[in-house]
Structure formats: C-alpha cells, structure tokens
Nanobody, 125 residues
C-alpha cells in the first residue's frame, strides 16, 4: 500500500524558512518522479518542484526558482522541500506526489497518481 505523508508545515514570517518532508512507504523511490504541489484557497493547484529520483534532475516553477530546493534521501525513502525567503504568496497547502512517468510534464498534476494528504504553510507579512 502506497502512502505519502507530508510534515514540516507551519507558520513563518516573510523571509523565513521551512523544510517540508514527505515520508514514502509502499515503494522504493527508485526511478520515480517525486514532486511538490501547492494549492491556496480559490486558486488552482501549482506544481512548484519536482525531482527525478533516478538521476537527481530537478525542475522548479519560476515562482520558486532560487528559493526552493527539492531533494531526496533514498535511504530514508523521504523527499524534502527546503523553502527559503518565503513570501506571503507562498502560503498554501503543500502536497507531495509520485509518478512513474512524468517526463512530459514534471510539474503537471495529472501526471502523478500518488498523493499525500498535505501540510499547511502560512507566511505572514
């Protein structure tokens, strides 16, 4: 049974940092795409970062490039999202997701078939 469990969300002031974790069970990271998505109330889901575990290649939305870093720990079967220089517009529910094949769209939600329950990030100005 595949499970993705996010943690690490919370409240932070603008300019601060948070590190999100996604603990994965039911499969080994192996040659999966792992991604972070976010959704704020009234807004569409946005892919913010993805990593192809097989090679470590990363993909980032323009809105977070240079501030967010996705990484994985294969030994712990865990995905991370380090978020620095947080802005109020980064506030959202953050979800991790997994896919065997997202080559044609690493930041596109429908390419992913396993999802976590989300962790809330709040950024105050």
């Amino acid at each position: 049974q595949v499970q993705l469990v996010e943690s690490g969300g919370g409240s932070v002031q603008a300019g601060g940092s948070l590190r999100l974790s996604c603990s994965i069970s039911g499969f080994a990271l192996g040659n999966y795409f792992m991604a972070w998505f976010r959704q704020a109330p009234g807004q569409e889901r946005e892919g913010v970062a993805a990593i192809y575990v097989g090679t470590g290649l990363t993909y980032y939305a323009d809105s977070v490039k240079g501030r967010f870093t996705a990484s994985q720990d294969n030994a712990k079967n865990t995905l991370y999202l380090q978020m620095n220089s947080l802005k109020p517009e980064d506030a959202a529910m953050y979800y991790c997701a997994a896919s065997r094949n997202a080559f044609s769209g690493p930041l596109i939600g429908y390419r992913y078939n396993y999802w976590g329950q989300g962790t809330q990030v709040t950024v105050s100005s």
